[in-house]
């Protein structure tokens, strides 16, 4: 049987993990940085250290800059530059892989410096790298673990939080890109002069701009309709934007006549295949002119 204690510890790092992950999943973009001080913050209470310091990398790549720090004087810390490979933290850095010391003195990477600088005796270090995917993000450290040195489990938790976090701040950065990309692209399409169209692998309609609405004459909202439900006045158009998903066979400049309550209407079109990113076949699209005046 598991040793009560041991239960009490799990379910202890249970809690905090789950506390830190909800702060991470309700970050917005731009606040990553506070992000990692309540991380630094609830890890210390969690572990038991007196201490703690979230480094991020120096611009230039070269040192450990300590944005946040807990029990060492923050303007002290700044006074001992951290080169990458130097000390604990620069080990770590360089490595990319944690530490756990029981003796920071004992410890050849140590240095000395800092604590001379700060007034603060280091004892036991628990350090490890803050990963965005390959790349080097900043260190997490905590010092002085109450009760006796940070075991192993600690580190497994901490690196456990940490790479949690930093998917979760990934995510965030992305889904920001995503909603500036597709405002950017909903900007374009909103001030094209001409219509476009475009069809899910489903057949619905999931985009139409307000030049498509105004020459179709689509008095209502078309979006998740599909096609030939919303195009029912012009089924020629239904017809060409479902044989082109069929066939996966694009058409360049054609001409299609219909008519709106019996006045005679020409368009110009094309059809296009839209892909995602990774080149899957996603829908197809039709752009288009209304050239009844043109052509008359």
């Given at each position: 049987?598991?040793?009560?204690?041991?239960?009490?510890?799990?379910?202890?790092?249970?809690?905090?993990?789950?506390?830190?992950?909800?702060?991470?999943?309700?970050?917005?973009?731009?606040?990553?940085?506070?992000?990692?001080?309540?991380?630094l913050e609830k890890l210390a209470v969690?572990?038991?250290?007196?201490?703690?310091?979230?480094?991020?990398?120096?611009?230039?790549?070269?040192?450990?800059?300590?944005?946040?720090?807990?029990?060492?004087?923050?303007?002290?810390?700044?006074?001992?530059?951290?080169?990458?490979?130097?000390?604990?933290?620069?080990?770590?850095?360089?490595?990319?892989?944690?530490?756990?010391?029981?003796?920071?003195?004992?410890?050849?990477?140590?240095?000395?410096?800092?604590?001379?600088?700060?007034?603060?005796?280091?004892?036991?270090?628990?350090?490890?790298?803050?990963?965005?995917?390959?790349?080097?993000?900043?260190?997490?450290?905590?010092?002085?673990k109450r009760g006796g040195p940070f075991?192993?489990?600690?580190?497994?938790?901490?690196?456990?939080?940490?790479?949690?976090?930093?998917?979760?701040?990934?995510?965030?950065?992305?889904?920001?890109?995503?909603?500036?990309?597709?405002?950017?692209?909903?900007?374009?399409?909103?001030?094209?002069?001409?219509?476009?169209?475009?069809?899910?692998?489903?057949?619905?309609?999931?985009?139409?701009?307000?030049?498509?609405?105004?020459?179709?004459?689509?008095?209502?909202?078309?979006?998740?309709?599909?096609?030939?439900?919303?195009?029912?006045?012009?089924?020629?158009?239904?017809?060409?934007?479902?044989?082109?998903?069929?066939?996966?066979?694009?058409?360049?400049?054609?001409?299609?006549?219909?008519?709106?309550?019996?006045?005679?209407?020409?368009?110009?079109?094309?059809?296009?295949?839209?892909?995602?990113?990774?080149?899957?076949?996603?829908?197809?699209?039709?752009?288009?002119?209304?050239?009844?005046?043109?052509?008359?």
């Amino acid at each position: 049987m598991t040793p009560p204690e041991i239960h009490s510890m799990e379910q202890h790092y249970l809690k905090t993990f789950f506390e830190i992950i909800a702060l991470g999943q309700s970050v917005r973009e731009g606040a990553e940085d506070k992000v990692w001080v309540r991380v630094l913050e609830k890890l210390a209470v969690s572990l038991g250290a007196d201490a703690g310091t979230y480094f991020v990398v120096g611009v230039k790549g070269r040192e450990l800059v300590p944005f946040y720090s807990l029990g060492v004087p923050p303007d002290k810390l700044n006074q001992v530059p951290i080169a990458m490979g130097s000390g604990i933290c620069g080990w770590v850095a360089v490595h990319r892989e944690p530490a756990v010391v029981a003796d920071a003195y004992k410890d050849e990477r140590f240095m000395g410096a800092v604590d001379q600088a700060t007034g603060f005796k280091t004892g036991s270090v628990l350090c490890v790298p803050i990963m965005d995917r390959f790349d080097l993000s900043g260190v997490m450290e905590l010092l002085n673990k109450r009760g006796g040195p940070f075991t192993e489990d600690d580190v497994r938790f901490v690196e456990a939080v940490c790479q949690q976090v930093s998917a979760n701040l990934r995510l965030v950065r992305l889904e920001a890109m995503l909603n500036k990309v597709t405002a950017h692209n909903a900007s374009v399409l909103e001030n094209l002069s001409g219509g476009f169209l475009a069809l899910d692998l489903r057949g619905r309609v999931m985009i139409c701009n307000p030049a498509a609405k105004r020459i179709l004459e689509l008095h209502d909202d078309v979006v998740n309709i599909p096609v030939e439900v919303a195009l029912k006045h012009i089924p020629d158009i239904a017809a060409v934007l479902l044989k082109t998903m069929q066939t996966r066979t694009i058409i360049k400049r054609q001409d299609l006549r219909w008519s709106y309550k019996d006045q005679p209407r020409l368009l110009g079109y094309s059809t296009l295949l839209i892909q995602d990113t990774q080149g899957n076949f996603t829908g197809v699209g039709l752009t288009f002119q209304d050239l009844t005046s043109v052509k008359r």
